[in-house]
T-cell receptor, first 115, second 116 residues
């Protein structure tokens, strides 16, 4: 158990809908990262937050947004869902701000299926 | 060009033998970090080992070691004394952009099967 929690574990929804994925980092970790793992595109970095502020942005679509709250939990919002958004979404946390290297601890993931 | 290349889609190793999983990377950033993760069939991602671009020595973590050859831009993972529980997908990853904001790149993974 990494100490990172993600909810829900599974999510099935229809095209055009909007969903919110939630992540709670390990106790004390200030950085949260979101990743998407799909069969055709592999593991893609989406976005990083550090202590409430966006720190780095990867291949995140405009239909997707994220935020980190004062209690450090983070939410990833996916809107206008398409079939291609079906994937495993991971959240990871680390202690660092990103100016140094460190371990990232991954949550168990949320499997999103868009029908 | 791919940032991280893993050329071995699948590998087999006999239990108790050592195995090397290949990873090459592409960056012009002098400061970067290299990581290996394990993903068992259950789906979780498990951090294994890390190597910084300025580290002089190869990283080791228990049965895992990273064969870092900077000039060749390779960061191969060596697993010694393979165990059945090592059967999993293995991903090589790189962080670059120390001062400008991190970017993380993952390879396509290598599926390792340990044979009893």
């Amino acid at each position: 158990d990494s100490g990172v929690t993600q909810t829900p574990k599974h999510l099935i929804t229809a095209t055009g809908q909007r969903v919110t994925l939630r992540c709670s980092p390990r106790s004390g970790d200030l950085s949260v990262y979101w990743y998407q793992q799909s069969l055709d595109q592999g593991l893609q970095f989406l976005i990083q937050y550090y202590n409430g502020e966006e720190r780095a942005k990867g291949n995140i679509l405009e239909r997707f947004s994220a935020q980190q709250f004062p209690d450090l939990h983070s939410e990833l919002n996916l809107s206008s869902l398409e079939l291609g958004d079906s994937a495993l979404y991971f959240c990871a946390s680390s202690a660092s701000s990103g100016q140094g290297d460190y371990e990232q601890y991954f949550g168990p993931g949320t499997r999103l299926t868009v029908t | 060009a791919q940032k991280i290349t893993q050329t071995q889609p699948g590998m087999f190793v006999q239990e108790k033998e050592a195995v090397t999983l290949d990873c090459t990377y592409d960056t012009s950033d002098p400061s970067y970090g290299l990581f290996w993760y394990k993903q068992p069939s259950s789906g979780e991602m498990i951090f294994l080992i890390y190597q910084g671009s300025y580290d002089q020595q190869n990283a080791t973590e228990g049965r895992y070691s990273l064969n870092f050859q900077k000039a060749r831009k390779s960061a191969n993972l060596v697993i010694s004394a393979s165990q059945l529980g090592d059967s999993a997908m293995y991903f090589c990853a790189m962080r670059e952009g120390w001062n400008t904001g991190n970017q993380f790149y993952f390879g396509t993974g290598t599926s390792l099967t340990v044979i009893p």
